[in-house]
């Protein structure tokens, strides 16, 4: 099995954490697993257990992709792999090699206008290429299978292969007060804190929190140190000013841009964190909920896409508009006995959501291609 794990970023995302947890679990149950990766994370890779095809110089886009059509199967063939595992959107055109490809949402046709010009032209037209050459495509939840059914002609015989993300469970747990402590000292956060954490990207409706937020402030009665601080954690990504909404917020309320925090302080920022705030307008699993789940947060999210398959009735809901999602704050801030249950039936569901099951689910799928 060759794993391309070229297009993800040296800073782990959702399928970032989903190519390193696969290849772990895999190489570590004794199937081998080769991974096609850039030179920055190979020596990662080889402390994952797996034999590594290390390539330099592709790290745009472009780049990539001429590599993916022309280096990739020549890196295939030299290694010996059976079948290929594409786990963004698109395969090798000319290889011999099976394949399996994910698609981990539809919203490139559902809502177009949350993604760049560029990727709602051009994924789409590679997302059905490679629903027709792939032998099999996985996604994230059941709630994406039936969204892809929508938009792409289906095949007889080759339906969608649902395979859940996960936690690490032996770094997402609830934290130590110390650790917690640790982590608000390096952040800046001086008083209690709502967390949102992902890429501030239209999907994830950020504004709408941080408006919605601004009405709780403008409406409290209480003291400053009692009004939570509201913390929004990730990547810049397109299409979205926050700086306007942000300034918007009156006293006493306070918001705060920490960009990108650091994977080892995730654990204590949301397990410390009075609230988890997560108002996507539709995700094709939703890591940053269970991720949240496991730690203990009290979570708000919404009811769109995979986030009810995810969150069950660990989970707190709201509609995404600022009206709504200023109520369902605010009746949370005010009910630390609610946000403990919360935070205790988050544990609980999140226990089953683990990375040996995802990637036992992913082996199952590339035996079974090749099998057929």
């Known amino acids: 099995m060759l794993v391309d794990a070229t297009a993800i970023p040296a800073a782990r995302g959702g399928v970032g954490r989903y190519v390193d947890e696969i290849v772990r679990f895999v190489a570590a149950g004794g199937t081998p697993v080769a991974v096609a990766c850039q030179a920055r994370d190979a020596e990662h890779f080889r402390a994952l257990g ?29 290694a010996g792999a059976r079948l290929i595992h594409s786990p963004h959107y698109t395969v090798p055109v000319l290889t011999r090699r099976r394949r399996v490809v994910a698609f981990w949402d539809a919203t490139f046709f ?3 206008h949350l993604h760049t010009r560029v990727k709602r032209r051009f994924f789409p037209a590679w997302m059905r290429l490679s629903r027709r050459l792939a032998d099999q495509v996985v996604t994230s939840s059941s709630a994406t299978a039936r ?3 929508r938009f792409l002609k289906p095949i007889p015989g080759r339906d ?12 997402f747990r609830p934290p130590a007060a110390a650790d917690v402590e640790r982590v608000r000292e390096r952040l800046g956060l001086d008083r209690p804190w709502i967390a949102f954490l992902g890429t501030i990207e239209p999907r994830k409706n950020v504004p709408a929190l941080v408006d919605a937020y601004a009405r709780i402030s403008a409406a409290w009665t209480g003291t400053a140190e009692e009004l939570p601080v509201l913390a929004i954690a990730g990547q810049d990504g397109w ?9 918007a917020v009156p006293a006493p309320g306070r918001a705060l841009r920490l960009g990108y925090v650091a994977l080892e302080d995730l654990p204590a920022y949301l397990g410390g964190a009075e609230l988890v705030a997560y108002p996507s307008l539709g ?4 890591l940053p909920v269970v991720e949240a789940m496991a730690c203990g947060a009290a979570v708000l999210t919404t009811r769109r896409l995979s986030l009810p398959e995810v969150g069950g009735d660990a989970v707190a809901y709201a509609e995404p508009d600022v009206e709504r999602l200023a109520v369902a704050m605010t009746a949370l801030i005010a009910s630390p006995e609610e946000r403990a249950e919360l935070g205790r039936r988050g544990i609980e569901r999140a226990a089953g959501f683990t990375w040996e099951a995802t990637a036992a689910a992913t082996l199952a799928v590339w035996r079974e291609v090749l099998a057929r």
Request: proline residues 5%.
């Open 50 to 78: 797996a034999e590594v095809h290390a390539v330099a110089g592709i790290e745009r886009t472009f780049r990539r992709m001429l590599w993916e059509q022309f280096g990739l199967p020549r890196l295939a063939r030299r």
């Open 110 to 112: 559902s809502d177009p």
């Open 147 to 149: 969204e892809l059914d």
């Open 160 to 171: 969608y292969r649902v395979v859940h993300l996960a936690a690490d469970h032996a770094r």
């Open 239 to 247: 299409d979205v000013d926050l700086a306007p909404h942000l300034a």
């Open 283 to 286: 995700e094709g699993f939703g």
